[in-house]
């Protein structure tokens, strides 16, 4: 596991975003864990998260010509790591949509720079898929191409078939997904964590039930 994935790990444990304990999932599953990227929610955290976006995107060495942040949980994100990319000496252009129809002063659904050339997309997490299906369809409206996506945590779980939702996204799109971390991350860290490794037979007995192969 890479030194930034370690790193995140114990960073999100810190922040309260990661924990462990019964949790029920929207699919009515009982998971040994829980990720809420909602309580990155300050100045510091925002900041050092946007920096761990930017470490996942340079070590895929993915191509890109913008950043798109889908509404709302995208727009923070994609800020952060617009900022944390150009720290970095990697300044690129980024873009983020509305929900609804602006009708006046610069009218329509984006803000920011144009959504042109290979757009990577940036998110939380894939759940049901939908967010990245419509933001496929508003890059390919706009005559750009989505090239992949970026999100924060990969629980590499089945949905209603055999595969997961970051599976689907790479079959159905052809497109890459990237994260910090997955699962393999996570249970790679509680083997070797000691204060946590109480842990480990819950969340591999849920992979066991519920897990896939990584393609």
Do not use: W
């Not at 990227?37 to 890109?64: C, E, H, M, V």
């Not at 994100?77 to 002063?105: Q, T």
């Amino acid at each position: 596991m890479s030194d930034f994935r370690q790193a995140f790990i114990e960073f999100a444990i810190k922040r309260g975003v990661l924990c462990f304990g019964e949790f029920k999932t929207k699919a009515g599953r009982i998971s040994p864990y829980f990720f809420n990227a909602g309580l990155f929610n300050d100045g510091n955290s925002l900041r050092a998260l946007g920096q761990f976006y930017a470490k996942a995107i340079l070590a895929a060495q993915l191509p890109f010509d913008t950043l798109f942040g889908p509404a709302y949980k995208g727009i923070p994100l994609v800020s952060a790591i617009a900022i944390a990319l150009a720290g970095d000496e990697h300044n690129y252009p980024f873009c983020f949509n509305r929900k609804e129809m602006k009708d006046h002063g610069e009218q329509g659904v984006l803000v920011g720079a144009p959504l042109t050339g290979r757009v990577l997309i940036v998110d939380d997490v894939i759940s049901a898929g939908t967010s990245v299906r419509e933001s496929v369809d508003l890059i390919q409206r706009s005559g750009a191409a989505a090239c992949g996506v970026v999100i924060a945590l990969d629980r590499m779980e089945r949905g209603s078939g055999r595969l997961s939702a970051v599976q689907e996204v790479k079959r159905n799109y052809q497109i890459p997904v990237v994260s910090i971390i997955d699962l393999d991350d996570l249970v790679a860290y509680l083997q070797t964590n000691h204060e946590l490794a109480h842990n480990l037979y819950a969340v591999e007995h849920y992979r066991a039930q519920y897990g896939i192969d990584s393609i």
